[in-house]
């Protein structure tokens, strides 16, 4: 178990595809940098795999300080009983105060299994991070410099903030896109650590024979326009009259868990608390009552136009524009405006 009263630095488990560090693990350096500055300490990010020879590179110009890197043809792929072991060996080398993972599929299979066998808590689903105290209640103790792990609870109807402030190394999964992706700077200088990784074959408990890699074929994340539909579109027809829009604007359609549900278009449209975050320079949110689970996923856009029968809709709290009408008008006369403009 790492020592809770020693300074160790705030660490990054790093996802990465071929030669491409995963955009979740360079979001998350850009945070652990905040953190690190924050407390004093260096950041530290962990990459696995079998061919990572020149990803400390990009880490490091991305706020990193020390690249470990863990390099074993028995890492090629992903595996949570081989992945978890070598994390868990290196963490107790190192003793890192805190390590954030991505709440990919990956980051919530292997954080649950280091956690365990390191002793720690963990906090899923994180959309914040912080550095604050806590005075225990029972002992009177008040402890400085800790994460303060914000995260939607209760289906998201609260948002509750988690510490963890006796058992380390502090734990959180990451939900992709809610930090900021930090500024490239190839001047930064860091250092490479190269870790021997102690594995044998036992340690693998699946065989992987083949692998089948899949594209994204929206990419809602990286889009400036998003257009965005819920279950007031009614069917999956009148959706088309959102992708009109989106391509009159050069942009993407996103939707709501209703919208997904309902069958008006497939999942990985979805925006929210259990879909993707966005952050687009514009979101139009049409037939979308603004439910929190929904807000938490694009309230970080720059400019939000919301289209809604109902004047009291809680979109409408934070779009900057307010369009209370029925989206199969509005939405013509958009489509039509930007025509005439262009
Ligand atoms: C654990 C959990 C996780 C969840 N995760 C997510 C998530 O990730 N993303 C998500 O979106 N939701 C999520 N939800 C669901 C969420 O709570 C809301 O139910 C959902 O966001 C509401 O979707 P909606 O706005 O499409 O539908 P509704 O709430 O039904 O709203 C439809 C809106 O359309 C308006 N409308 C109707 N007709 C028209 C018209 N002709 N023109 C204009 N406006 C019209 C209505 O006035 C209404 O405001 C989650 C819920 C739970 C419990």
Same mark, same amino acid.
């Given at each position: 178990?790492?020592?809770?009263?020693?300074?160790?630095?705030?660490?990054?488990?790093?996802?990465?595809? $071929?030669?491409?560090?995963?955009?979740?693990?360079?979001?998350?350096?850009?945070?652990?940098?905040?953190?690190?500055?924050?407390? $004093?300490?260096?950041?530290?990010?962990?990459?696995?795999?079998?061919?990572?020879?020149?990803?400390?590179?990009?880490?490091?110009?991305?706020?990193?300080?020390?690249?470990?890197?863990?390099?074993? *043809?028995?890492?090629?792929?992903?595996?949570?009983?081989?992945?978890?072991?070598?994390?868990?060996?290196?963490?107790?080398?190192?003793? *890192?105060?805190?390590?954030?993972?991505?709440?990919?599929?990956?980051?919530?299979?292997?954080?649950?299994?280091?956690?365990?066998?390191?002793?720690?808590?963990?906090?899923?689903?994180?959309?914040?991070?912080?550095?604050?105290?806590?005075?225990?209640?029972?002992? $009177?103790?008040?402890?400085?410099?800790?994460?303060?792990?914000?995260?939607?609870?209760?289906?998201?109807?609260?948002?509750?903030?988690?510490?963890?402030?006796?058992?380390?190394?502090?734990?959180?999964?990451?939900?992709?896109?809610?930090?900021?992706?930090?500024?490239?700077?190839?001047?930064?200088?860091?250092?490479?650590?190269?870790?021997?990784?102690?594995?044998?074959?036992?340690?693998?408990?699946?065989?992987?024979?083949?692998?089948?890699?899949?594209?994204?074929?929206?990419?809602?994340?990286?889009?400036?326009?998003?257009?965005?539909?819920?279950?007031?579109?009614?069917?999956?027809?009148?959706?088309?009259?959102?992708?009109?829009?989106?391509?009159?604007?050069?942009?993407?359609?996103?939707?709501?868990?209703?919208?997904?549900?309902?069958?008006?278009?497939?999942?990985?449209?979805?925006?929210?608390?259990?879909?993707?975050?966005?952050?687009?320079?514009?979101?139009?949110?049409?037939?979308?009552?603004?439910?929190?689970?929904?807000?938490?996923?694009?309230?970080?856009?720059?400019?939000?136009?919301?289209?809604?029968?109902?004047?009291?809709?809680?979109?409408?709290?934070?779009?900057?524009?307010?369009?209370? $009408?029925?989206?199969?008008?509005?939405? *013509?006369?958009?489509?039509?405006?930007?025509?005439?403009?262009?």
């Amino acid at each position: 178990m790492v020592d809770v009263n020693k300074k160790g630095d705030v660490w990054v488990f790093v996802e990465s595809l $071929g030669s491409k560090v995963e955009d979740t693990s360079l979001e998350l350096v850009g945070k652990a940098r905040e953190l690190a500055d924050e407390l $004093g300490v260096q950041v530290g990010a962990v990459v696995l795999g079998s061919e990572i020879a020149g990803l400390d590179e990009r880490l490091i110009c991305c706020g990193g300080d020390k690249v470990y890197m863990c390099q074993d *043809p028995l890492l090629a792929h992903y595996q949570v009983s081989s992945y978890s072991k070598v994390l868990c060996d290196i963490a107790n080398e190192y003793n *890192p105060s805190i390590i954030l993972f991505g709440a990919t599929s990956v980051g919530r299979d292997l954080a649950p299994r280091v956690a365990a066998r390191l002793g720690a808590g963990l906090s899923a689903d994180c959309t914040d991070l912080q550095i604050g105290s806590h005075k225990d209640s029972v002992t $009177g103790k008040t402890y400085d410099d800790i994460l303060l792990q914000i995260c939607p609870a209760f289906g998201g109807n609260v948002i509750a903030t988690i510490i963890n402030f006796d058992k380390w190394p502090q734990m959180a999964t990451v939900r992709e896109g809610v930090m900021k992706m930090p500024e490239l700077d190839r001047n930064r200088k860091g250092e490479t650590i190269k870790h021997t990784v102690n594995l044998s074959k036992e340690d693998l408990v699946v065989e992987i024979l083949d692998e089948l890699v899949t594209e994204k074929t929206v990419d809602l994340k990286g889009s400036d326009v998003v257009v965005a539909g819920g279950a007031g579109i009614g069917s999956k027809e009148n959706f088309k009259l959102l992708w009109d829009l989106a391509n009159a604007l050069g942009g993407v359609v996103g939707a709501t868990r209703p919208a997904v549900d309902l069958g008006y278009i497939s999942e990985e449209h979805m925006i929210g608390a259990t879909g993707v975050t966005v952050r687009p320079s514009l979101y139009i949110a049409a037939g979308i009552s603004g439910a929190l689970q929904h807000q938490t996923g694009m309230w970080d856009s720059k400019k939000i136009i919301a289209i809604n029968t109902d004047p009291d809709a809680a979109i409408f709290d934070v779009a900057h524009y307010k369009i209370v $009408g029925d989206f199969n008008e509005v939405i *013509p006369m958009m489509i039509k405006a930007i025509k005439a403009k262009c």
